[in-house]
């Protein structure tokens, strides 16, 4: 079993809809998670970072964290084209804060 | 602009080529890495510098090596690479203390290789 699982879609979804990302991972000591959004032909640029359970929101972007269920989401609220992008999960233990374990990235398209 | 610049951002070389990608971090980090991304492929983490001491080779064949002069600078030599290096290498720097939003990692636009 991969630590990291994350669906690579692609993920195509009109203007104004709410999309849900979503990675799962299997290793119990990940406290750290992040959301990196990827524009083509960039580099990653961190969008959200959480400890432990719970919500984070921050504008149109929510992050989600369960420990219980090793499950973390991304939601984007009334999403736009310039969301278009590839989101890729990266989480972290404790002590570990430099040793990033990614997802392989979801390639989203927001279509007009 | 993200504080971490690397180049060339393109660079086709050939089997037998010697060459070097640069990054330069503008952020007062103490810490420096290098990523491959791959298609279809997460994130791999290779090289970590701290304060210019390598603290971690995730297995790389010996054709990549690292040279990090100080906390600003990371170079990576190419030398002698296979058709499937061919990837986006990716420098990121980040602080070094207690984990939190502002000590992750911060990543460069990235240099596309193409070996052939």
């Known amino acids: 079993q991969k630590e990291v699982e994350q669906d690579p879609g692609p993920l195509s979804v009109p203007e104004g809809a709410i999309v849900s990302l979503n990675c799962t991972y299997s290793?119990?000591?990940?406290?750290?998670f992040m959301w990196y959004r990827q524009y083509s032909r960039k580099g990653p640029e961190l969008l959200m970072y959480?400890?432990?359970?719970g919500n984070k929101e921050d504008g149109r972007f929510t992050a989600q964290v369960d420990k219980s269920s090793k499950y973390i989401s991304l939601f984007i609220r009334d999403s736009q084209p310039s969301d278009s992008a590839t989101y890729l999960c990266?989480?972290?233990?404790?002590?570990?804060?430099?040793?990033?374990?990614f997802g392989k990235g979801t390639l989203l398209t927001v279509n007009p | 602009e993200t504080g971490v610049t690397q180049t060339p951002r393109h660079l086709v070389m050939g089997m037998t080529n010697k060459k070097s990608l640069k990054c330069e971090q503008h952020?007062?980090?103490?810490?420096m890495y290098w990523y491959k991304q791959s298609a279809k492929k997460p994130l791999e983490l290779m090289f970590v510098?701290?304060?210019?001491?390598?603290?971690e080779n995730n297995s790389v064949p010996s054709r990549f090596s690292p040279e990090c002069p100080n906390s600003s600078h990371l170079f990576l030599h190419l030398h002698t690479l296979q058709p499937e290096d061919s990837a986006l290498y990716l420098c990121?720097?980040?602080?070094?203390?207690?984990?939190?939003?502002?000590?992750?990692?911060?990543f460069g636009e990235g240099s596309w290789l193409t070996v052939v």
């Open positions: 990121a720097s980040s602080q070094i203390g207690p984990q939190g939003p502002g000590n992750t990692i911060y």
């Open positions: 290793n119990s000591a990940f406290q750290y």
């Open positions: 959480t400890y432990s359970s």
């Open positions: 990266a989480m972290s233990a404790v002590g570990s804060n430099y040793k990033l374990t």
């Open positions: 952020l007062g980090h103490n810490a």
């Open positions: 510098y701290n304060f210019k001491e390598q603290t």
